[in-house]
């Protein structure tokens, strides 16, 4: 829900999307358009190295490859576009309040924070999708139900992937076991999709991928968020321990995403307007259903939809947003790594 008469400057918090929320041209209506949005592509592409170029085509394609889902080119993407939309809102003077985000998103806005750097995690995103790439062939399957639902399913071959609403789940395996999968719950009534991925993320089908990531997370420095971070794999706000342990940051790729805890959590601590400030407005759908949404003590706005001009929907947040005084800028989460060091 937009922002209204009756709220005209609440407290932002910044909400970023994962595997899945990926689609043709995401956001690139604003590639060399806005200077900020611009300036942090083109650096995660001359980051990204040789893959650079391939990743700025693809992207940039009307027509993608087949490989566009892939782990190789959808997590990099995601990555990037999550953190450079962030900046552009970062860059209006907007101070979060706080910080959600959902698998790949959790990296962006854990950059965002402040936890660790963006050249660090441009350098952790290129490992990762080396070994997720050689996992076995696998997805995820979106799925209208609630945990009890699904209880019998689940086991050594179908995972629980994510907690997304109370009746909205993820669930995560090799394919042909989540196409029994699929094909059970079909026979039971209940709707379920494929997930745009094609490997089993947040299953521990990608374990040993995680294992081979380690060495590369323990490198990382690692700092306290520099304002409230809630995280979708605690489930609520990240304690100290856990933003400063490289395993945990590695982990979270094979472990269970509970966004709907970790978002109920955030809007119970702050009434705010939740952006997301990824591509797409899947979040913002599954934010709908909060009670202190639907109650309108929150609202929730996409920045860029997907469904409508990138330039036309963001002028129009920016209009909206009501920006913060200048000298409030040299302290708003980011500043200090603002050359991504």
């Given at each position: 829900?937009?922002?209204?008469?009756?709220?005209?400057?609440p407290p932002v918090a910044l909400v970023f999307p994962g595997q899945g929320a990926q689609y043709p041209r995401m956001?690139?209506?604003?590639?060399?358009?806005?200077?900020?949005?611009?300036?942090?592509?083109?650096?995660?592409?001359?980051?990204?190295?040789?893959?650079?170029?391939?990743?700025?085509?693809?992207?940039?394609?009307?027509?993608?490859?087949?490989?566009?889902?892939?782990?190789?080119?959808?997590?990099?993407?995601?990555?990037?576009?999550?953190?450079?939309?962030?900046?552009?809102?970062?860059?209006?003077?907007?101070?979060?309040?706080?910080?959600?985000?959902?698998?790949?998103?959790?990296?962006?806005?854990?950059?965002?924070?402040?936890?660790?750097?963006?050249?660090?995690?441009?350098?952790?995103?290129?490992?990762?999708?080396?070994?997720?790439?050689?996992?076995?062939?696998?997805?995820?399957?979106?799925?209208?139900?609630?945990?009890?639902?699904?209880?019998?399913?689940?086991?050594?071959?179908?995972?629980?992937?994510?907690?997304?609403?109370?009746?909205?789940?993820?669930?995560?395996?090799?394919?042909?076991?989540?196409?029994?999968?699929?094909?059970?719950?079909?026979?039971?009534?209940?709707?379920?999709?494929?997930?745009?991925?094609?490997?089993?993320?947040?299953?521990?089908?990608?374990?040993?991928?995680?294992?081979?990531?380690?060495?590369?997370?323990?490198?990382?420095?690692?700092?306290?968020?520099?304002?409230?971070?809630?995280?979708?794999?605690?489930?609520?706000?990240?304690?100290?321990?856990?933003?400063?342990?490289?395993?945990?940051?590695?982990?979270?790729?094979?472990?269970?995403?509970?966004?709907?805890?970790?978002?109920?959590?955030?809007?119970?601590?702050?009434?705010?307007?939740?952006?997301?400030?990824?591509?797409?407005?899947?979040?913002?759908?599954?934010?709908?259903?909060?009670?202190?949404?639907?109650?309108r003590r929150s609202f929730v706005q996409p920045l860029v939809p997907g469904d409508r001009d990138d330039r036309e929907?963001?002028?129009?947040?920016?209009?909206?947003?009501?920006?913060?005084?200048?000298?409030?800028?040299?302290?708003?989460?980011?500043?200090?790594?603002?050359?991504?060091?």
């Amino acid at each position: 829900m937009p922002l209204t008469a009756q709220q005209p400057n609440p407290p932002v918090a910044l909400v970023f999307p994962g595997q899945g929320a990926q689609y043709p041209r995401m956001a690139a209506g604003l590639y060399e358009h806005d200077s900020t949005f611009t300036f942090w592509m083109d650096e995660a592409f001359r980051l990204l190295g040789q893959d650079g170029p391939r990743l700025r085509r693809e992207w940039l394609a009307e027509v993608p490859s087949a490989q566009y889902d892939d782990v190789t080119v959808a997590q990099p993407l995601l990555y990037a576009v999550n953190h450079a939309l962030g900046r552009m809102v970062l860059g209006w003077g907007v101070r979060p309040a706080a910080f959600l985000g959902h698998s790949v998103g959790e990296f962006a806005a854990a950059t965002l924070a402040g936890i660790f750097g963006f050249n660090d995690g441009i350098r952790l995103m290129r490992e990762r999708v080396v070994h997720f790439a050689d996992t076995p062939p696998g997805g995820m399957l979106a799925v209208a139900a609630g945990t009890e639902d699904v209880a019998d399913l689940l086991g050594e071959e179908v995972h629980l992937a994510a907690v997304n609403a109370a009746r909205q789940l993820l669930l995560a395996g090799e394919r042909e076991p989540l196409d029994r999968a699929a094909r059970e719950l079909a026979g039971r009534g209940v709707i379920c999709r494929r997930v745009l991925a094609r490997q089993a993320f947040h299953s521990p089908a990608v374990d040993d991928a995680v294992r081979a990531t380690l060495h590369g997370f323990r490198t990382v420095p690692l700092r306290r968020p520099d304002v409230p971070f809630y995280s979708a794999g605690t489930g609520g706000p990240l304690p100290e321990k856990e933003a400063l342990d490289p395993d945990f940051w590695a982990w979270q790729a094979a472990r269970t995403v509970y966004f709907a805890p970790a978002l109920t959590a955030l809007l119970a601590a702050h009434d705010c307007l939740l952006l997301e400030a990824g591509p797409g407005d899947g979040l913002s759908r599954l934010a709908r259903r909060q009670p202190r949404v639907t109650a309108r003590r929150s609202f929730v706005q996409p920045l860029v939809p997907g469904d409508r001009d990138d330039r036309e929907a963001v002028d129009e947040v920016r209009r909206r947003l009501t920006l913060v005084a200048a000298g409030d800028r040299h302290d708003r989460p980011g500043h200090r790594h603002s050359r991504g060091d």
